[in-house]
């Protein structure tokens, strides 16, 4: 007689699980060295300058049980969510209703939006903090243009940001300028830079590029800082003029809004027209964006970004392709920048650091490089996400770096991943027989 055999799913199934448990146990070990010193003893200097320590073991326990679990959680989604020609896969009803809800959560969330003003009215927190996360959709935006577009990797899009900001600021307090004056200078000053930095890079790519523009950034919030007699330098510039509608103030005064449409002055109507004006600016971000992508300088941003080389052999020049990208986004990094001055109402250099250079580019990897929708929703979630964990204090930090770094394990490409040409044939046509070996078409 023969032994029984297993049958080859038994089997498969069997080698599955001892894979991941081998994975989950490799992780444990390395979590319980990485934390031993991290959580498992605590020193600290005594009160007579002598090394005093504790140990927490069941702290480090919980961690290293924690990671364990989580490698084996990770691995059942893995396999759970994979493509075809794994073990599982998703089950075609919920491939539908992900469908749906990806059509549907762009126009549901464009009108939530529009209706955050009139849902919390009374809440200025919240107004403050939409405000604030339409401002890193704008910017994120902007900076998509850059990199996700055009694949050029910039570590120093702060500049624009600061140079906008700046420019109204001065314009305005030193001459006067109102917001709607200052707005596109503020833009054009901004692309002009990102001219100036484009020149300077058009023959470096990765690596390289990533240095030089981080360079720029740095450049620029120095002399801010240096250049006393112009910008104030750490002092930052104060007084800033808030912006009108249609040259009317929301102030309570005779000549305020209020008084003119006979209602009760609130402090919340400016709240809430600066709430519907990033709205429009970042709005308006999106569709020349997307206007863009459709012409044939955004479809050499898109060649460009995919292989160079091919993009100079089909000879589309690199020059201009290269420095459109970087005056577009800089531009509209321009725009976010003189919306932050007049909503602060106050500048200085300490709020154009090389981190708001790294938050913005953090927002347009997660959310996928691209895609509008995804940047979007990208910001939403760390801009919001680091207000709803602000509670947690010390530990807000380590878990959106959990996230970030689930984020990349299941979709390497962000949140929305979007490399689809915009140019392309929606139905496939025959050629002529004439024109093939197999002599049909």
Known sequence: MTAPTLEPASASRGSIAAFIFKKALISALVALVLFSLMIGIRTEAGPTGQLIYWTRFPELAGMVAAVFAGSIAVELL??????????????????????????????????????????????????????????????????????????????GYVAFYAVGAYSYALLATNFGLSFWICLPLAGILAALWGVMLGFPVLRLRGDYLAIVTLAFGEIIRLVIINWQSLTGGPNGV????????????LTPADDGLAAKLGIEFSPTHR???????????????????????????????????????????????????????????????????????????????????????????AIVVLGGMGSQLGVALAALAMIGGFELFRGLDQYRMLVFGVA??????????????????????????????????????
């Open 78 to 155: 893995r396999l759970w969510w994979g493509p075809v020609g794994t073990v599982m896969v998703v089950p075609p009803k919920v491939q539908s209703a992900l469908a749906l809800a990806r059509r549907a959560i762009a126009p549901l969330l464009l009108i939530f939006t529009f209706l955050v003003p009139v849902i919390f009215y009374q809440q200025r927190y919240i107004l403050d903090l939409g405000i604030l996360v339409l401002t890193y959709v704008m910017l994120g935006w902007g900076l998509n243009v850059v990199v996700g577009l055009a694949g050029l990797l910039d570590l």
């Open 238 to 249: 104060s007084g800033i003029p808030r912006p009108t509608l249609f040259g009317i103030p």
């Open 271 to 361: 709240i809430v027209f600066l709430f519907y004006l990033i709205l429009a600016l970042a709005l308006l971000t999106n569709w020349v964006t997307i206007r863009l992508r459709r012409l044939p300088i955004g479809r050499a941003w898109e060649a460009l970004r995919e292989d160079e080389v091919a993009c100079r052999a089909l000879g589309i020049n690199i020059t201009t392709t290269k420095l459109t990208a970087f005056a577009t986004g800089a531009m509209f990094g321009g725009f976010a920048g003189a919306f932050f001055a007049t909503r602060q109402g106050f500048i200085s250099p300490e709020s154009f650091t090389f981190q708001e250079s790294a938050l913005v580019l």
């Open 404 to 441: 970030m770094v689930l984020l990349m394990i299941w979709r390497p490409r962000g949140l929305i991943g979007h490399r689809a040409p915009t140019v392309y044939l929606e139905h496939s046509q025959a050629i002529s027989s004439d024109l093939v070996k197999e002599g049909h078409g």
